[in-house]
């Protein structure tokens, strides 16, 4: 089974007439229909839609909102006067290798005496460990600061401690439950009690706060930090956050600088993903930056991507994105057989009439690719989806991927008895479980499931902005939508409904597997490609019915020629 096989349930808003949001067709120069979108959205007032529709750094939030952040300013200045050796210690994903790059790049600047620590994935794994604060200590390190990670380390935070290390922690995943780790400070808006508005920043989003704060602290202005703003963009929209508020004000200015930046790691990454000159967007980062950078730490040392983004020479930046790039391809022929074993490994074992879950194991899989194939499986059978790799020993580590209405986080809580670790968010979580105790995590995961959710939450949903009219998806509704950049969770490209269409001609599969066709309505037409959607061809009966589309509009740029296309989401043929 295949994404397009799936039957999607198209969700409509409610539709909300808000005749001040109404009224801001004059006032921006917005498309009425956009208008009627943005209230459907829930935008309320004028001056929230100038927010959002002109994201402005100057709308930041005071960093000493963060909890814990007067101490960690402090600790760090302290540390800075008295040329303390700092150690920045770090997630090997795109988060995590922005975040380093980001903060030793930053306290380079104000002179700081800064090494940093990123760990291997097949030999430390995930976080702060005790092997890590060993070398940590070898660097001569007094101080720690962690990004992306730390949070849930208990163990190894109070091993550090032992050993003289002071540590703050910068984190922004769920705290476990009862008390946290007895450091200097931890920033993390997730924090209980904590009063910081925003509470859906990245790793790296976090990392900024804090040098945000230390500026003010040091009396040093902002913009030397908002030189970094590409990297930070980088770690905000690979981390899959929302892109509203703080993360929106973050990932637009941090595209603005990503298409200027100096940095020799970012223009050869740039260059070597072939996007180089054009106007960058969040998709440019999730299939063309990130999968490459997300490579060096799936496959093997992610250090490599922190030189890159700390290198300031050319040479080395361009050797270094070519290996980047190579581990890049490595990890898509290691994923195409992951997920061709996992595909298996369903049709064998699992019956997805009965079980709300899936949970695949092996002893032959590599740890670095678990994530990206559990996404693939919930593509095609929209299930929360466990992929374990067991080592000789017994050990398992596991990436976990879920769907809307299932907290994975909250999941694994309700599985802890049969885990040695986890953690993680709402749609994304690794765990370690031993052999012994996976035929009762497998047991229990499901019962979690059947206790959170009901059976309708299985079935993926599309979320409807607007039904319209064919002959309005034009130029004038295109320009105002793109006023919506930078997409991404929380503010997707706007999804449209346009009924009562003609088939054109004969549809046709193009590509590897999608979908391509012309639709008709009263005489104005509009091509419509669907991407992976070819199944959907055997739906349509050109000779007599008609179809409903759900599309995203935009602009297909093809040798020089620009054309409106309508992307496919879903197609409803007529009863």
Known sequence: MHRSNLKHRWISPAVIFNEEILALEEKLGLHPLVCQILSNRGFSSLDEVEKFLDPNLGDLHDPFLLDGMERAVERVASALHNNERIVVYGDYDVDGITSISLMVRYLRQLEGDVGYYIPHRMVEGYGVSEAGIDRVIEMGASLVVTVDCGISAFDAIEYARGKGLEVIITDHHEPAEGPLPEVVAILNPKKPG??????????????????????????????????????????????????????????????????????????????????????????????????????????????????????????????????????????????????????????????????????????????????????????????????????????????????AKFHIHDALKGCAEYLDAFGGHKYAAGLQVKREQLDGFIERFDEVAHEMMDESDLVPEISVDLEIDLLQANDSLL?????????????????????????????????????????????????????????????????????????????????????????????????
Not at 200 to 223: D, M, R, T
Not at 495 to 500: G, I, N, Q
Request: aromatic share 6%.
């Open 194 to 403: 904590d009063r910081y508005p925003e509470k859906e920043l990245a790793g790296i989003g976090v990392a900024f706060k804090f040098c945000q704060g230390l500026n003010e602290h040091l009396g040093v202005g902002q913009s030397q930090l908002y030189e970094h703003l590409d990297l930070v963009a980088i770690g905000s929209v690979a981390d899959i956050v929302p892109l509203l508020g703080e993360n929106r004000i973050l990932a637009s200015a941090g595209l603005e600088k990503l298409c200027t930046s100096e940095k020799p790691g970012i223009k050869a990454l740039i260059e070597l993903a072939g996007i180089r000159g054009k106007k960058l967007g969040s998709s440019d980062i999730v299939f063309g930056l990130a999968p490459r950078i997300n490579a060096v730490g799936r496959m093997g040392d992610a250090e490599r991507g922190v030189r890159l983004f700390l290198t300031d020479e050319m040479d080395e930046a361009r050797e270094l994105a070519k290996i980047l790039d190579s581990e890049n391809r490595l990890r898509r022929q290691v994923d195409v057989q992951t997920l061709e074993e996992a595909r298996e490994a369903i049709r064998r074992d699992i019956n997805l009439d009965e079980r709300w879950t899936i949970v695949l194991h092996s002893e032959n899989w590599h740890p670095g690719v678990l994530g990206i194939v559990a996404s693939r499986i919930i593509e095609e059978h929209y299930r929360p989806t466990v992929l374990i790799s067991f080592d000789e020993t017994g050990e398992g580590k596991g990436s976990a991927r879920s769907i």
């Open 479 to 575: 320009s105002s939508i793109e006023r919506f950049r930078p997409y991404g969770p929380g503010n997707p490209k706007p999804v449209l409904v346009a009924s009562d269409l003609s088939v054109v001609g004969y549809p046709k599969v193009v590509g590897t597997n999608h979908l391509k066709m012309r639709v008709r309505k009263d005489g104005y037409q509009i091509d419509v490609i669907g991407f992976g959607m070819a199944d959907k061809l055997k739906e349509i009966n050109t000779a007599r019915e008609k179809i409903s589309i759900a599309f995203v509009l935009e602009e297909n740029i093809w040798n020089n020629n620009r054309q409106l296309q309508a992307n496919l989401r879903d197609i409803k043929v007529s009863d």
